[in-house]
């Protein structure tokens, strides 16, 4: 491979360090951020995300609680999961693990959030601060993108918002949680942004725009959509996707990106591991995000955690 290997981990671990002191000026004030996960079925994924979330807010000293429901839990369980939650006092932040069973509404539980414990931004009125450019919370993998792509640039000698003006940066997939806020963070930076989803696959239209980034990031939840041929030359290339893949042989499951990091490093400039790359950082911001939250929820200050260093306005 002769692309750079981002690397994601240390990262995280820069802004770890970071969170940890964050925690403990908060727990001089004698408040505790707490966060909970709500997971609905067996998705392998969402479980090894809940578990990697779990470690850390050990780690650093948060509350933490996992809400599991089984795949057939009907719609009404899964709400009253998260009113309850709404209610709890010791939790600071919710976040509600994709994906879910059909007979659970996305839409449905997103509305049911209090809109101060949505870390994600997915209710309705975090959506709408975070597309007028006044978010409470950015969301953490969207968020972890831009961080790891600014980090990225800087340490390459070139100037982020230089970069971005002249860039043509194209996101693949569409999800309320990545791909949506990945385009709204990529205007704010005056970046020319194409999206693209299973639409633009269907249409024929996809690789027409993934060989035309400068930036290409890829959330679509296909494992090994994007190869080599599907790239320019010199693009910088992040893999958002997380998918299982088990083994025939040996039945063992293994995580892989949407992108054919192999091929694809044989093209571009810079790319993203899986695991190794946006993931850890997310964990990390996510965790940012529910110390935000407490901090607004005690009225001890705006939640500048979450927007630190992605240089927008917050709305407190």
């Known amino acids: 491979m002769s692309a ?16 940890a002191d964050e925690v ?7 408040e505790r951020p707490g966060l909970a996960t709500v997971v609905v079925g067996n998705s392998y994924p969402a479980h090894a995300y809940e578990r990697r979330v779990r470690r850390l807010a050990e780690r650093v000293g948060c509350h933490y609680v996992c809400e599991a429901l089984p795949g057939a839990a009907a719609e ?3 709400l009253a999961v998260v009113g309850k939650l709404g209610a709890d006092p010791r939790i600071s932040g ?28 997915v209710h309705p009125i975090s959506a709408g601060l975070l597309a007028l450019g006044r978010p409470r919370y950015v969301p953490s993998t969207p968020a972890s993108v831009f961080h790891l792509l600014d980090r990225y640039l800087t340490e390459s000698g070139r100037d982020p918002a230089q970069t971005y003006r002249q860039s043509n940066l194209v996101v693949v997939g569409r999800s309320a949680n990545v791909g949506k806020p990945a385009l709204m963070l990529a205007m ?12 633009s696959h269907a249409a024929g239209l996809l690789f027409e725009h993934t060989t035309q980034a400068d930036i290409l ?38 995580l892989v990106g949407d ?24 964990d990390v911001w996510l965790l940012r995000n529910t110390v935000a939250a407490a901090r607004l929820a005690q009225g001890i200050g705006a939640a500048f955690p979450s927007t630190e260093g992605l240089q927008l306005p917050v709305i407190c």
């Open 4 to 19: 750079v290997l981002i690397d994601g981990r240390q990262y995280a671990a820069d802004l770890s360090a970071r969170l």
């Open 24 to 30: 403990e000026e908060l727990a001089c004030t004698g």
């Open 76 to 78: 009404a369980d899964a």
């Open 94 to 121: 919710i976040l509600i693990l994709r994906p879910l069973p059909a007979q659970v509404s996305e839409a449905s539980l997103y509305r049911a959030l209090d809109p101060i414990k949505d870390i994600e931004s």
């Open 188 to 199: 704010d930076r005056g970046a020319t942004v194409v999206s693209c989803d299973e639409h």
């Open 217 to 254: 990031i890829v959330a679509a939840g296909v494992a090994g959509l994007i190869r080599g041929k599907h790239v320019k030359q010199g693009v910088i290339a992040v893999d958002v996707g997380i998918n299982a893949i088990k083994d025939g042989d040996t039945g063992k499951v293994r």
């Open 259 to 282: 992108i054919d990091t192999e091929d694809v490093a044989g093209r571009a400039e810079a790319i993203t591991p899986v695991p190794g790359g946006v993931g850890p950082i997310t």
